[in-house]
């Protein structure tokens, strides 16, 4: 079991940014893929950024070239770097851990969740 639990949110301005910290309890920390979903008001939870044990990174569309997912299996810890903030990027932040490497996009493919950490962008 590889349980997470996030921290780093806040509120910043656009254009800022902001890093965010999973830091995962269980001895197979390095073995799982982590993964970064977000959900704003009424919305879905939706995709945003990936890790795979071998450290490949996937991302969805909206973030590539602005949010770096990176992993240190020392820390037992992922981070999810955002910078240009926009308004569109504020929701809750959940970290998400799972083992296996395809479909790192699906929600489901996913087997601990964290709590979530509020992101909050003004414009």
């Known amino acids: 079991q590889v349980q997470p639990v996030e921290s780093g949110g806040g509120l910043v301005q656009a254009g800022a940014s902001l890093r965010l910290s999973c830091t995962a309890s269980?001895?197979?920390?390095?073995?799982?893929?982590m993964g970064w979903f977000r959900q704003a008001p009424g919305k879905e939870r939706e995709f945003v950024a990936a890790?795979?044990?071998?450290?490949?990174?996937y991302y969805t569309d909206s973030v590539k070239g602005r949010f770096t997912i990176s992993r240190d299996n020392a820390k037992t810890t992922v981070y999810l770097q955002m910078n240009s903030l926009k308004p569109e990027d504020a929701a809750v932040y959940y970290c998400?851990?799972?083992?296996?490497?395809?479909?790192?996009?699906?929600?489901?493919?996913?087997?601990?969740w964290g709590q979530g950490t509020q992101v909050t962008v003004s414009s």
């Open positions: 269980g001895r197979a920390f390095s073995t799982y893929a």
């Open positions: 998400a851990s799972r083992r296996g490497p395809s479909s790192m996009a699906s929600r489901a493919e996913y087997e601990y």
């Open positions: 890790i795979s044990w071998r450290s490949n990174t």
